[in-house]
């Protein structure tokens, strides 16, 4: 069942493609992103986030709520990242690939239900 979903907007990096919350049958959660184009970089995350999407905000997204998924599994096509249990994703609307190293995010976007 898809709980949210959202386009990515470019930030720092051209960036596109769609994500998508899904919760699977046995209850677990799962962020999909699906078609994603976005250049290689240095230390690429997945990272939910409090912080609304916003053209040209790229370093907004570590000043307040996050939770990593983890190191983005490729810039290009498509990836699963398990969301924990504890993620309250009333708070945790939007997600960034966001880069460690310079703090910025290469893209993002709003995780609407």
């Not at 290689?40 to 053209?55: A, H, I, K, N, T």
């Amino acid at each position: 069942m898809v709980l949210a979903t959202g386009s990515f907007i470019t930030h720092e990096h051209d960036t596109s493609g769609t994500a998508k919350v899904l919760q699977l049958p046995d209850g677990k959660r799962v962020l999909r992103i699906e078609n994603l184009e976005t250049s290689d970089g240095p230390d690429l995350r997945v990272w939910l986030s409090d912080q609304p999407v916003r053209e040209g905000d790229w370093r907004v997204f570590d000043d307040g709520r996050w939770l990593e998924l983890g190191e983005l599994k490729g810039n290009k096509g498509n990836a699963n990242y398990m969301i924990p249990a504890s993620a309250d994703l009333d708070a945790l609307t939007s997600v960034t690939i966001w880069c460690r190293r310079f703090a910025v995010s290469f893209g993002a976007a709003s995780l609407k239900v």
